[in-house]
């Protein structure tokens, strides 16, 4: 089982344009959540995909939008980068709402 | 007042001593309670889940909930090294948002 895998690892971008990470979910599991998490902090929810909708939504502006796959995988997108967005970007899956484990995130940084 | 409440810290026990974590919340409404590790640089690992009132122990890990004090805690036994990491208390309601506090810095001294 290879567990939660995101990808890329590391991203730098240019403040004003668009990224997109991506998220495969533990075998088994149907839910996927992205979270922030800027240093020193813990992370903040974002949104949750299950069946291929938005669940829930955290306190995020609409730049960032996401999409979850048959398959269950995931994206999160994020227009028009600000600096401020520079933070480790980690996506958890569950089976539904049962405990969830974190891939090995995706640190972006916006120059 | 922030949802998911942690002591900072550093906690600083030394080895083979009993290290305890807290974490206070504010949403009656929650109903899952997780906490995590983390080591510098890396993701968070789950190490505990509880979901009813009392205790839950797994290994050197005991997890005590307590859902009228809205209160929920970590003991470490027999502390090593390798437990130096910050710990990370989150909360579920029904809905399936989670609540992460800003975790707490852990360091075992040998």
């Known amino acids: 089982d290879a567990g939660v895998t995101q990808s890329p690892t590391h991203l730098i971008k240019t403040r004003g344009q668009q990224v997109t990470l991506r998220c495969s979910p533990k075998?088994?599991?149907?839910?996927v959540s992205w979270y922030q998490q800027a240093l020193g902090q813990g992370p903040q929810f974002i949104f949750q995909?299950?069946?291929?909708?938005?669940?829930q939504r955290g306190n995020f502006p609409d730049r960032f939008s996401g999409h979850q796959f048959p398959n269950y995988s995931s994206e999160l997108n994020v227009n028009a980068l600000l600096l401020g967005d520079s933070a480790l970007y980690l996506c958890?899956?569950?089976?539904?709402?049962?405990?969830?484990?974190f891939g090995q995130g995706t640190r972006l940084t916006v120059v | 007042q922030k949802e998911v409440e942690q002591n900072s810290g550093p906690l600083s026990v030394p080895e083979g001593a009993i290290a305890s974590l807290n974490c206070t919340y504010s949403?009656?409404?929650?109903?899952?309670f997780f906490w995590y590790r983390q080591y510098s640089g890396k993701s968070p690992e789950l190490i505990m889940f509880?979901?009813?009132?009392g205790d839950k122990e797994d290994g050197r890990f005991t997890a005590q909930l307590n859902k009228a004090s809205q209160y929920v805690s970590l003991l470490i036994r027999d502390s090593q090294p390798s437990d130096s990491a910050t710990y990370l208390c989150a909360v579920s309601t029904n809905a399936g948002k989670s609540t992460f506090g800003d975790g707490t810095t852990l360091t075992v001294k040998p």
């Open positions: 075998s088994g599991h149907d839910t």
């Open positions: 949403d009656r409404g929650s109903q899952s």
């Open positions: 509880i979901y009813s009132n």
């Open positions: 995909y299950y069946e291929e909708e938005e669940r």
């Open positions: 958890a899956s569950s089976q539904g709402r049962a405990e969830a484990f």
